[in-house]
């Protein structure tokens, strides 16, 4: 196989964060995503571009929703739309990922869509698609049976074509670094079908929400976007995580730190952003993945430390519902939204792995926000006590 030529005029949207103009936003949060998604691909009309984490197609299961999502993309394919897989295949392999991805890569490839396996050194944990050159589809959502009926999730559909330019020029990088695993490499016709964005979406039922612009964060863009907004903060932060961790030191096989970074992590600077919020007065709320037991065993929860030096600096702790995952990645800094990929790791958060994430200013989608976190802390518990 033959690694693909860069495409440089999609390259070089890469690598700036730019607020771009948008023709409104779609919130999709756990099993709204779903059949967003069916509705995208089903009605799709010239293409559907896709850079994943995590793929599943369950043959014991048929019907299962991952499932449904793989066979709705090859009848796209079989129609005439232009279908690019780009998926992680890395030499971590972590949780069987390759096998189970590839065989997802190979029905996808046997039904006419263009296959790619991302770059094998690095872990790409974004969950990217692009549809028609006017959806754009961020998330923390991987393609799994959990993930698509229980987990607790986050995602958007940002609408316009100047966001989707942008997002097919990521996955123009994505597919640069790769290895084609089909004839056809992909990565086609991926304009915009329509200057009618409104009427797109109308036509699907979707409700959009208003949305000047948005900022694509897009790997170690994450940290200097989300600390200027931590700092500018009026009155309320909410972050909402699967995997918030604080390092005594850095790990052996991280790459060293940027010239001139001053933490271990930048995952421990976010916590001093967010505890300097707290002492000039700032609410700061945190609801963290607080552990799941399965089978009867002792939940374990990942998240103990990073809440307990939050707790112990002014910033209030909540535990998620204890009978799902908490899979969101996501902060809200009065009304501006941050969704998508991106962990609070030190390969997630320092650019090491591939993420995205989107940071939204609108009142009305930080109202959808505010809802979403209100339940998860319904359902969870305050981290007030012993423990």
């Known amino acids: 196989m033959r690694h693909l030529c860069p495409i440089v005029l999609a390259l070089a949207l890469v690598g700036q964060v730019l607020a771009l103009p948008t023709d409104g ?41 991952s499932n449904n999502l793989c066979d709705a993309l090859v009848a796209a394919s079989g129609r005439g739309v232009d279908v690019t ?42 969950k990217l698609i692009v549809v028609d050159g006017v959806a754009t589809v961020i998330s923390s959502v991987n393609w799994s049976h959990y993930a698509l009926t229980s987990n607790n999730e986050v995602g958007v559909i940002v609408w316009g074509a100047e966001v989707a330019e942008a997002a097919n020029a990521i996955a123009a990088e994505h597919a640069a670094a790769g290895e084609a695993q ?6 086609g016709d991926v304009a915009a079908v329509t200057d009618d964005v409104a009427a797109y979406a109308a036509a699907r039922d979707f409700e959009v929400l208003p949305c000047a612009d948005a900022e694509l964060l897009f790997n170690a863009d994450y ?32 790459d060293p730190p940027a010239e001139g970074q001053d933490a271990v992590s930048l995952t421990n600077a976010l916590l001093r952003d967010l505890a300097a919020a707290a002492e ?22 990942d998240n103990l430390d ?28 009065d009304d501006t939204v941050v969704v998508g990929s991106t962990n609070w790791t030190l390969f997630a ?39």
Do not use: C
Not at 44 to 62: C, G, I, K, N
């Open 25 to 65: 936003v779609t919130v999709i949060n756990s099993r709204d995503y779903y059949p967003a998604m069916m509705t995208l691909i089903e009605q799709a009309e010239s293409s559907v571009t896709l850079v994943m984490h995590q793929t599943r197609f369950y043959v014991d299961w048929p019907g299962s929703d």
């Open 85 to 126: 897989f780009i998926i992680d295949m890395s030499e971590s392999d972590w949780n069987n990922n390759n096998e189970e991805n590839s065989d997802f890569g190979r029905r996808l490839a046997e039904g006419g869509a263009a296959v790619i396996w991302d770059d094998m050194e690095r872990v790409t944990h974004t």
């Open 182 to 187: 089909t004839e056809r490499e992909g990565m």
């Open 280 to 301: 000039r007065g700032i609410e700061v709320v945190l609801t963290l993945e607080g552990g799941i037991s399965y089978d009867g065993e002792p939940a374990v929860n």
């Open 306 to 333: 990073f809440g307990l030096r939050a707790r112990s600096q002014g910033i209030t702790v909540w535990w998620d519902p204890p009978d799902s995952q908490t899979h969101a990645k996501m902060v809200m800094v």
């Open 349 to 387: 958060v320092e650019g090491q792995n591939n993420e995205l994430s989107v940071a939204l200013e609108s009142p009305e989608v930080a109202e959808v926000y505010r809802g979403h976190i209100a339940a998860l802390q319904a359902s969870g518990e305050q981290f007030t006590g012993d423990f």
């Open 223 to 254: 940290y200097p976007a989300v600390s200027s907004l931590i700092a500018s903060a009026e009155s309320r932060i909410d972050v909402v995580q699967r995997t918030a961790d604080h390092y005594r030191m850095r790990p052996a096989h991280a």
